[in-house]
């Protein structure tokens, strides 16, 4: 199957069955990274699904991109754009029409799968569309609710599945953050499994083989 043009720049890996509609996990990286960050390790998932990496659309210097701007030196400390993130939010939401367009995925078979920021768009776009989603695997990230969709709370969830994990000892997102995104999805009445690791701000080994047991379960 020939690399289709999406709006956001990608890599792309086929399912081994293209012959019919198959399940998608759509790759989100995190902040100053790209798209051949997460994709290193599509070939370590399962083939009965298409990989798509997407690549954030602001560029960083002097290399990486990103899905919204962090503002280490403002004055009010870190400081995160939150209009360019809700413009990340509804342009991967696009992309995932287009991807299942052109690529010729199952729309109830959607996952997407981020790191750090892409993380939080992962959570941003399945609370605000959830009908397009139907799992979340999210590593390293939080739920940001100044970004999700007006009136969220009142979307049908029953679908959606969450496997998220986080370093417990995390030096770029606090662990605190993330230990709220269960109960928080639990309120909403999410399916959400989460997992702390002994490592810093990355995936550990344990935890990679983690959520493809998850993944199995949940395909």
């Excluded at 999406?6 to 509609?21: G, W």
């Excluded at 309120?187 to 702390?196: G, Q, V």
Aim: glycine letters at 6%; hydrophobic letters at 35%.
């Amino acid at each position: 199957m020939e690399k289709q043009k999406l709006q956001l720049q990608h890599n792309f890996k086929p399912a081994k069955n293209t012959s019919e509609k198959h399940p998608a996990i759509i790759m989100l990286h995190g902040f100053g990274s790209d798209e051949n960050d997460l994709f290193s390790f599509a070939g370590e998932l399962p083939d009965t699904y298409s990989v798509i990496s997407l690549k954030a659309p602001i560029p960083m210097q002097p290399y990486g991109n990103a899905w919204y701007n962090i503002y280490f030196d403002n004055t009010d400390g870190k400081f995160s754009d939150t209009d360019q993130a809700i413009a990340s939010r509804d342009l991967i939401a696009n992309c995932i029409d287009e991807i299942i367009e052109n690529y010729n995925i199952d729309k109830n078979q959607v996952t997407l799968l981020g790191f750090s920021q892409g993380t939080i768009l992962s959570f941003a776009v399945a609370l605000s569309y959830p009908h397009k989603v139907k799992n979340v695997i999210g590593l390293s990230g939080y739920i940001n609710e100044d970004i999700l969709k007006k009136g969220y709370t009142e979307n049908d969830f029953s679908t959606l599945n969450v496997y998220t994990s986080h370093g417990s000892v995390d030096q770029v997102i606090p662990v605190d953050w993330a230990r709220k995104t269960k109960p928080f999805l639990e309120n909403l009445n999410i399916k959400t499994s989460y997992s702390e690791f002994p490592v810093g701000h990355g995936v550990a080994p344990q935890n990679f083989q983690e959520l493809k047991d998850w993944l199995q379960k949940h395909t």
